[in-house]
C-alpha cells in the first residue's frame, strides 16, 4: 500500500508557543517541552475508503481518513495538554520510574480516560478513531476473516518471527519482559503493520468509538496474545482509565 503521511509538528508548536504568549499554561507545567516534540510524534498515515468485513462479520463501508502512526506518546501529550489547560492523567507508577511522563516521553500515554483522551483531540480539531476505522486499518493487507488474526497476519506471535509487538508473553507475568520491556515500550519499537502503522498489536490497548460506547482494541503489555487479534475488545466507560490504555488520534 502506497504511503500518504504528512506531519501537522509546525501547527503544533506554532499553537504551543502562542497558548505560552498568551498566558495558556501555568507556571511550572510541561509547555516547555514543547521543542522537543518529534516529527514522529505527530505523524498521520492516509487510510484510503473501502468496504471490509470487519470482525463482527458486518460488511460496513470506510470512508478515507487518517490516523496517527503511533500511540500518542508522553512527550506529546504533555506539551499540548499544558497549553490547552487540560490536566495531566495520575502517574501509572511503574516499578522504578517517579515519573513516566518525564522520564518516558518517547512511551505511549496512560491512564487517561476516553473524555480526556477526546478532549485532548478536540483541542487539536481532531478525534480518536471509530472502532470500524481501527480495525480496517489493522486488516490492511489481510484476507479472509480477520477476527482471529493480528495485525501482521495469522500466525501468533511465537511464530510470526522476530518480535511483532510488546504483550505479556505465555500469559505469564514474571516472563513479560521477554520482548524486552517489563511496560509499556517507546512508540514505535516494534515492525510496522501493513498499512505503516506501529503498536497495533500490544504495547497499550487503544480507546475506540464502537456506535454508542468505548472499547479497547489491540491488546496491551499486561495482556496475552489473544487481546491482540483483531475480534478482542473490551468496553470501557468514558471515565475509565487504567496503565495499560492509551490512544492514538484520527481525522
Known amino acids: 500500500m502506497k504511503k500518504h503521511c504528512f506531519v501537522f509538528l509546525p501547527v503544533l508548536v506554532a499553537a504551543l508557543a502562542f497558548a505560552v504568549a498568551c498566558g495558556g499554561a501555568e507556571p511550572g507545567n510541561t509547555t516547555a517541552s514543547a521543542v522537543s516534540v518529534t516529527p514522529d510524534d505527530t505523524l498521520f498515515q492516509v487510510i484510503r475508503g473501502g468496504t471490509f468485513v470487519n470482525s463482527s462479520g458486518e460488511t460496513v463501508r470506510v470512508e478515507t481518513f487518517s490516523i496517527m502512526v503511533h500511540e500518542v506518546s508522553n512527550r506529546f501529550y504533555a506539551s499540548f495538554s499544558a497549553a490547552s489547560r487540560i490536566e495531566p492523567p495520575p502517574d501509572p507508577c511503574f516499578p522504578g520510574i517517579w515519573n513516566s511522563m518525564t522520564e518516558q516521553p518517547d512511551h505511549p500515554v496512560v491512564n487517561v480516560s476516553p473524555s480526556e483522551a477526546s478532549e485532548f483531540a478536540s483541542s487539536m480539531n481532531l478525534r480518536l478513531p471509530t472502532r470500524n476505522e481501527w480495525e480496517y486499518a489493522a486488516s490492511q493487507g489481510l484476507s479472509g476473516a480477520i477476527a482471529n488474526q ?102
Do not use: H
Open 150 to 251: 493480528y495485525p501482521w497476519g495469522a500466525l501468533p506471535p511465537t511464530e510470526a518471527g522476530g518480535i511483532p509487538g510488546n504483550y505479556l508473553a505465555f500469559d505469564d507475568w514474571l516472563q513479560r519482559d521477554g520482548d524486552g520491556y517489563a511496560y509499556t515500550a517507546p512508540c514505535g519499537s516494534f515492525p510496522l503493520s501493513r498499512a505503516g502503522l506501529a503498536d497495533l498489536g500490544g504495547n497499550v490497548a487503544e480507546m475506540v468509538f464502537d456506535d454508542s460506547t468505548w472499547v479497547l482494541k489491540g491488546g496491551s503489555w499486561a495482556q496475552g496474545e489473544d487481546a491482540m487479534t483483531l475480534g478482542w475488545s473490551r468496553e470501557f466507560a468514558s471515565g475509565d482509565r487504567c496503565w495499560y490504555a492509551g490512544f492514538r488520534l484520527a481525522r
